[in-house]
């Protein structure tokens, strides 16, 4: 058995080095294409410009110098462009799933037909020799079939990049964006990190507070798996907390949960890609994060930030209200004594260090709004009866 696992990794890993050696050799085959058509080019315009104008440059072996520097500026050019196109390619390929790969295929197919379609009378004029071109100079015609080449080859990659640009743009669009009961267009989410370790996320999906795609990034899970492969307990805990949550939201939200499989390779913090996702998808950031939050919206960003949404909805209070809670601890102070309300409020109760264990009726005196919550003063009414 270990020796058949043995060999089926092995035939895998042969097969993808097999599949990556002919892409790899495809690319070379395009940009010796390209060096080539540079080279033979800038040689042909060298010869072709000394023996058009004879006093084009007054030295010895004119031709053979302009060619040879035009041939060497041919394959230079060429090959720099050749390079780009292939690493450009490489990129795209390694950060797109198979389902974009499709779409993608799709869109530069229709782009292709698109583009010849458009281009059937410039193949009928070129057909019956109406737009030939021809020069005196014989190595300026050696070009011509070198440019009624490039033309209709570079409509042909135009179509196929718009083509592709439409159909993933438009893919993006259907798929992403959502309709609530009303028909009305919701923006997806993206859930950040400190939302999802949070855990409170959950709740606020299922109860429907939270509608349209949920987003999570690959990278966010990515950082959730290295958190839980910490040798920090502590953050193992919270690794593990969070892809169990992952884990509940894709079964019971299949429909909605997507896992995005873009990357930005330019960007290296996550806070800074989960930015560019949201901008680019047009969607709306969950994050726990206070910093995160003020970097989004000083980008004009819509941030949801937990915080913000669990103190809209705490009862209010009022200064003189009275409310009943048991005082649990001492504060700072030996004359304080500090107690929650139901919704986890902290209240800090002046002249109740005494009163440690009791349930007291207390005074609302003073109330604190910091950017991590609310802070309540209160009093102990004066008779005060132990409940």
């Known amino acids: 058995m270990f020796y058949h696992d043995l060999n089926l990794r092995t035939g895998l890993k042969s097969d993808i080095l097999t599949g990556y050696e002919k892409q790899h050799m495809i690319f070379k085959l395009i940009r010796f294409l390209l060096v080539i058509s540079g080279t033979v080019a800038g040689v042909a315009l060298g010869y072709g410009t000394i023996s058009q104008y004879d006093n084009f440059l007054e030295t010895d072996n004119a031709e053979i110098k302009l060619a040879a520097l035009l041939g060497c500026l041919g394959y230079l050019l060429c090959s720099m462009m050749g390079r780009e196109l292939q690493l450009w390619l490489e990129s795209q390929l390694e950060h797109s799933n198979s389902s974009d790969l499709a779409w993608n295929a799709l869109g530069v197919v229709l782009g292709l037909v ?22 005196d100079n014989k190595y300026f015609n050696t070009l011509v079939p070198l440019f009624n080449l490039s033309i209709p080859l570079f409509f042909n990659l135009l179509g196929a990049y718009l083509g592709a640009t439409i159909t993933q743009r438009y893919r993006s669009a259907q798929g992403r964006s959502s309709l609530n009961a009303e028909g009305v267009p919701v923006p997806p989410k993206i859930i950040d990190t400190s939302a999802i370790i949070d855990g409170r996320i959950m709740g606020l999906i299922s109860m429907g507070f939270i509608e349209g795609k949920i987003i999570i990034p690959r990278f966010v899970m990515n950082e959730l798996q290295f958190l839980a492969d910490s040798s920090d307990a502590t953050k193992r805990g919270k690794g593990r907390q969070g ?19 873009k990357d930005y390779p330019q960007v ?57 809670l048991q005082i649990v601890r001492a504060g700072k102070d030996a004359t304080q004594g500090v107690g929650f ?47």
Do not use: W
Not at 274 to 300: C, G, P, S, Y
């Open 114 to 135: 698109s583009a010849n379609l458009f281009f059937v009378p410039v193949y009928f004029i070129m057909f019956k020799g109406l737009g030939e071109i021809h020069f």
């Open 243 to 261: 892809l169990a949550l992952l884990s509940r939201l894709h079964k019971e939200f299949v429909d909605r949960f997507d896992i995005s499989e």
């Open 268 to 324: 290296h913090e996550v806070d800074a890609k989960l930015v560019e996702h949201a901008r680019e998808d047009k969607a709306i950031l969950i994050t726990q994060d206070f910093n995160l939050k003020r970097v989004a919206e000083l980008q004009d960003l819509k941030v949801l930030h937990l915080n913000d949404l669990l103190n809209v909805l705490k009862p209010s209070l009022t200064v003189g209200e009275d409310v009943q």
């Open 341 to 387: 309300l139901t919704d986890g409020t902290m209240v800090v109760v002046e002249d109740g260090g005494g009163a440690i264990g009791q349930n007291v009726m207390c005074k609302v005196t003073n109330i604190l709004q910091t950017t991590a919550g609310r802070m309540i003063f209160v009093r102990m009414a004066p008779l005060q009866k132990k409940i």
